[in-house]
């Protein structure tokens, strides 16, 4: 997404939607940057993904670059939706 507004837009929809059916299940993949690269949207873009999307999310997929970045921490529990699947963790 290239600009907050853009998020703005996006958590709009999904939030309509979700009011509509109760029952809709929304995932949210963050893709805001990863370990090798940093970010690559703009901080005020992935500020928004983290305060406007994950909020609505069901599910998250953030890689552990994206998991650190928006929660502030190497703990899932600490992003936000219930159900969270983190990629390209180290072991």
Do not use: H
């Amino acid at each position: 997404m290239g600009s907050p507004e853009l998020v703005g837009v996006v958590a709009d929809a999904v939030a309509r939607a979700k009011a509509a059916n109760p029952a809709l299940l929304y995932c949210c993949d963050p893709v805001i940057g990863n370990g090798a690269k940093g970010l690559f949207v703009a901080e005020p873009v992935a500020a928004a993904i983290r305060e406007l999307l994950l909020p609505l999310a069901d599910l998250a997929t953030p890689n552990a670059f994206e998991l650190r970045w928006l929660s502030g921490a190497d703990d899932a529990r600490q992003l936000g939706p219930a159900r969270v699947a983190v990629t390209s963790v180290e072991t």
